[in-house]
C-alpha cells in the first residue's frame, strides 16, 4: 500500500500541532505552580480538592466566629473583674458603716456613695461588645437588660433580656453571658432563712443572719420570736406560723431572755442580742432571691432609717446585707471563673483549628501542586523533542526528485 506524501505531510504537522500544545499547556502548569487546572486534568485530584476546600473554608469561617467570641469573652471578664472591684468597695463602705460613733450626716455620706457604687454596678451589667451585642444580655431580646426602676413607685433594677445562654460547641463558644444568673440570683439572707425585725419595734434586740444546724431539720416554714415582759423578766416565745398556727412551739415558749444568748429549733439557730421591749418581734421565712443592685439599695435605706430602733433595725439589715453582699460576690466570682475557663477552651481551639487548616491546605497542595523540578524538567525534554521534530520535519519537506536529478 502506498502512502502519500501529502498525507504523510498532514500526519506530521498534525503530530507536531499536539507536541506544540502539550507544551503550552506545560508551561501554563510551569507559570500557576498547579497540576490541576481543570477537572478533565485530573477528575479524582479535582474532586478531592474541591472537598478539601471546602472543610478549609468551614475551618476559617470558624477561625472567624471562635475570634469574636474571644475578643467578646475577654470584654465580660473584664466587666466581671470590675463588678467584682465595684462589690468590694460597697462591702468596705458597709464595713465602716457599723461605726457606733457615726452621726447622721456621714451615714448620708456613705449612703451617698453606695449609690454611685449601684450605678456603676448597672454600668457594668449593660456593657456591649465592640460589634454593640450586650455582654450579660443572656440570649438576647434588649439593647439594655439591665433597667433601674427604682423610685418611689419602681420595684428596683429588672432584667429585661432572655434568662440563659447559648451553650459551648466543639468549635464555638458563647458570645454572651447569662447577667441574670450572675447578678439577679443572690441568695437572700444566709442563703437558708432571712431574719427581720418587725417594724413596729420599739426595743433594741437585733439578730445574728442565723445559720442551719440540721438540714434535715428543716420544716421551711414561718416562724415568729414575741418578746414579753411576765412579772418584770424579759421573756421570749417561738411560734411557728405555718404548723402549729397559733400555738407556741414546745421549748420555746416563754423562756427568758438574755442578750447575746443563741437558741435553735427545727434545725436552725440565731443569736439574739441588745434589750427588747415588750410586744417586740422578729420574723425568720426561707430565703429566696434577691439581685445585688437591691442589696446595696437596702444597705442604703438602712443607713437613712429613723424610728425608735434605728441603731437596731441598721445592725440588723447591714449584716443582712453583707451577707447577701458576699453571696452576690461569689456568684460574680464564679462568672469570671467560667469566663475564664471558655477563655483557656478557645486557645485550645485555636490551636486546633490552625492545625487543621495547615492539614487541609498540605492536603490540597499535594492533590492540585505541580513538582517544580519535575515540571522543568518534562518541559525541557518536550521542548527539545519538539525542536527536533521540526528541524527533521524541514529537512524532509526539502527533498524531491528534481533535487535528486540536479
Sequence with gaps: MRVSTANSYDNTVSLLARRQAELAQMQENLATGKR???????????????????????????????????????????????????????????????????????????????????????????????????????????????????????????????????????????????????????????????????????????????????PGALTGADYRIDFADVAGVMQYTVTNLITAASNPMPGQTGVPYTSGMTIAFDGQSLQMSGPPAAGDRINLVPAGRTDIFSVVQDAVSALRYTGANDSAHRTQELARTMTELDAGHDRVLLARGRAGEWLNRADSLDTLLEDRSVDLKTEQSRLEDLDLVKGISDFQTQQLGLEAALKSYAQVQRLSLFQMIN
Design 36 to 214: 490541576v487546572l481543570k477537572p478533565s486534568d485530573d477528575p479524582v485530584a479535582a474532586t478531592l480538592s474541591e472537598t478539601a476546600q471546602n472543610r478549609l473554608s468551614r475551618t476559617q469561617s470558624d477561625l472567624r466566629s471562635l475570634e469574636t467570641a474571644r475578643t467578646s469573652l475577654q470584654q465580660a471578664e473584664s466587666g466581671l473583674a470590675e463588678s467584682g472591684e465595684l462589690i468590694q468597695k460597697v462591702r468596705e463602705l458597709l464595713v465602716s458603716a457599723g461605726n457606733a460613733t457615726f452621726g447622721p450626716s456621714e451615714r448620708e455620706d456613705i449612703a451617698r456613695q453606695l449609690e454611685g457604687l449601684r450605678e456603676q454596678l448597672i454600668g457594668v451589667a449593660n456593657l456591649k461588645d465592640n460589634a454593640g451585642r450586650t455582654l450579660f444580655g443572656g440570649l438576647g431580646g434588649a439593647a439594655t437588660p439591665f433597667v433601674d426602676l427604682y423610685s418611689a413607685s419602681g420595684n428596683g433594677v429588672q432584667f429585661e433580656g432572655q434568662r440563659g445562654q447559648a451553650a459551648a460547641g466543639n468549635t464555638s463558644l458563647p458570645q454572651t453571658l447569662d447577667g441574670n444568673a450572675i447578678w439577679m440570683r443572690v441568695p437572700e439572707g444566709n442563703g437558708s432563712f432571712t431574719l427581720s425585725l418587725d417594724p413596729s419595734n420599739t426595743g433594741g434586740v437585733s439578730t445574728s443572719v442565723g445559720e442551719v444546724t440540721n
